[in-house]
Nanobody, 118 residues
Framework: QVQLVESGGGLVQPGGSLTLSCAASGTIFSINFMGWYRQAPGKQRELVATITSGGGTNYADSVKGRFTISRDNAKNTVYLRMNSLKPEDTAVYYC????????????WGQGTQVTVSS
């Protein structure tokens, strides 16, 4: 049994910052990748950023230079630091983790709302 618990969402003004976190717990042998997706109302879920076990990162063009993904392997936790937030960043943000316990599987968090508005 694996659980992903997200935190850090909320309401922020344009230009502000937020940090999301996602902690994985349960039976975990190893974690391959960790990442964040988002889904705005009426839109499809889209990739925001991913980070591999070796620290390699990938970002959506729309967030490059503003968002930073990082992970703490000892805590099985991934973070998303979001700076210079824009109204178009408003969405539900979901944590996504690929891990072995011992079979490989992908898991999703419950989602956390981020609203950027004045």
């Amino acid at each position: 049994q694996v659980q992903l618990v997200e935190s850090g969402g909320g309401l922020v003004q344009p230009g502000g910052s937020l940090t999301l976190s996602c902690a994985a717990s349960g039976t975990i042998f190893s974690i391959n990748f960790m990442g964040w997706y988002r889904q705005a109302p009426g839109k499809q879920r889209e990739l925001v950023a991913t980070i591999t076990s070796g620290g390699g990162t990938n970002y959506a063009d729309s967030v490059k230079g503003r968002f930073t993904i990082s992970r703490d392997n000892a805590k099985n936790t991934v973070y998303l630091r979001m700076n210079s937030l824009k109204p178009e960043d408003t969405a539900v943000y979901y944590c996504n983790v690929g891990l072995r316990n011992p079979r490989y599987g992908e898991y999703w968090g419950q989602g956390t709302q981020v609203t950027v508005s004045s």
